[in-house]
């Protein structure tokens, strides 16, 4: 259930960079790859103003780092300070690594990052970021929009009982040769009158009001039905859904999954259940005993999210995992950093080691898939394969797929986009 990037196309953007000479060249760029609108900003403080008093706001930023009084960072803080959570191109002249900070700052307040970009940039590493989340430079439509309002738990409660919260899916396929091996469900709730509210954020309520096992069975219900239509046409593939720490004190949890999974009329194998490694560490004690039946029973367990809590190789080492997701944040740019590139390769060893299958989230690149093929991970997910979809667009996404597949195997292609 982890929250995706804005979606929608691309028709405002905003520059901000103190150079004259480098923002007019972004500028130019935009327009040349088809932005209907871009404004521009001499300073945090400027962009921070046109940000805080336009209508409609520009759907993507650009923003340099490195500005006198209000930087970059400073400028993404403010952003966040005042609830204006906009997508994102971060830029700079400065050392690859100190960019990629900034891109997790970014990321960690909220942010949709489409892309780090050392400068000078260049049309083709544009191009390639506005088409990375799937936005489509010079259609003037509005963007979906993230509410930034508080949520209200009845309203939840009731999306929830009514089935507003509904499921997409995205692709796992394998790393060797590009075929489907499963698919992993995601909540979305869009409201009509608010707009996309960022699954993070309903997930994180549903959590703290006592919904998240309310909201969990409706998920899990959904996958597992789209999951045995699948079947019966031949499609026969794995299904990843998520779990909430907080469902792991339940003992009646196993039977209720158990129960739905039958009434589906499918195997347990079947079913992934994915856990965020940094979730567990408060709830280790009446989770060990869930998580052990849960595999006696068959089901697949995931440790979602590889990497980025502080304990993971003693939840390895204590729970029956069968698969490590490694997580985006090592996994995107590796092959540009060498430090992410050993901290990946480590991982993959590991889950080798321990027969684990390894899967590697946050594939947005030829070069990611190539270096993960290099290091021998298994699966791969991201937006470079598909983005999430409705279970009504995957026929049209698998024919689609099918064509790339010769040049998936190979892997040899330049850097660009082969989304669809």
């Known amino acids: 259930m982890n929250p995706d990037p804005v979606l929608g196309q691309l028709a405002s953007v905003l520059v901000v960079d103190d150079s004259t000479v480098q923002r007019a060249h972004a500028v ?7 932005v209907q609108t871009v404004y521009e900003a001499a300073s945090g403080e400027d962009a921070l103003d046109l940000l ?61 990052v489409l892309a780090a970009l050392k400068k000078p940039i260049r049309s083709g590493m544009l191009e390639l970021a506005f088409g990375q989340f799937g936005l489509a430079p010079g259609v003037a439509t509005e963007p979906a929009r993230l509410d930034p309002s508080p ?22 396929v394998d790393l060797a040769t590009g075929a489907v091996r499963g698919m992993e469900a995601l909540a979305r709730w869009h409201r009509p009158t608010h ?19 309310a909201l969990t069975l409706s998920v899990l219900d959904q996958a597992l039905a789209q999951a045995a239509r699948w079947n019966a046409t031949g499609m026969k593939v794995s299904m990843a859904i998520n779990l909430s ?29 994915e856990i965020t490694e940094s979730s567990l560490v408060d709830f280790m004690g009446a989770a060990l005993g869930v998580l052990t039946r849960l595999r006696l029973k068959g089901f697949g367990l995931s440790i979602d999210d590889y ?24 996994v995107h740019g590796a092959h540009q950093r060498s430090n992410l590139r050993v901290i990946l390769q480590s991982a993959l060893d590991m889950a080798r080691q321990l027969d684990l299958v390894s899967v590697a989230e946050g594939i947005e690149t030829t070069e990611d898939w190539r270096l993960l093929q290099e290091c021998g991970c298994d699966v791969g997910q991201g937006y470079l394969i598909s983005r999430p979809l409705p279970a009504a667009d995957m026929p049209l996404w698998l024919r689609r797929h099918e064509t790339r597949l010769p040049t998936l195997r190979a892997a040899r292609a330049p850097s660009q986009s082969l989304q669809t």
């Open 307 to 330: 990497g980025t809590g502080f304990s993971s190789m003693q939840q390895l080492s204590r729970i029956p995992f069968t698969e490590l997701k490694v997580d985006r944040s090592f």
């Open 151 to 172: 949520l209200c738990p009845r309203a939840l409660a009731q999306a929830i009982t009514a089935g507003e919260i509904t499921v997409q899916y995205q692709p796992k």
């Open 52 to 112: 805080t008093f336009l209508e409609p706001r520009p759907q993507l930023v650009i923003v340099d780092l490195e500005m006198p009084n209000m930087d970059g960072v400073e400028l993404i803080q403010q952003l966040h300070q005042r609830a204006l959570i906009v997508p994102l191109i971060v830029a700079s002249g400065r050392e690859s690594s100190l960019i990629h900070s900034v891109e997790i700052l970014a990321s960690n307040l909220g942010f949709p």
């Open 195 to 213: 707009g996309f509210t960022r699954p993070d954020h309903f997930i994180a309520l549903a959590e703290k009001e006592g919904l998240i096992h």
């Open 28 to 34: 130019a760029l935009c327009r040349r790859l088809g």
């Open 245 to 273: 720490p907080r469902l792991l004190d339940r003992p009646s949890l196993v039977q209720e999954v158990s129960d739905l999974v039958a009434a589906h009329g499918l195997e347990a194998a079947q079913v992934v259940l």
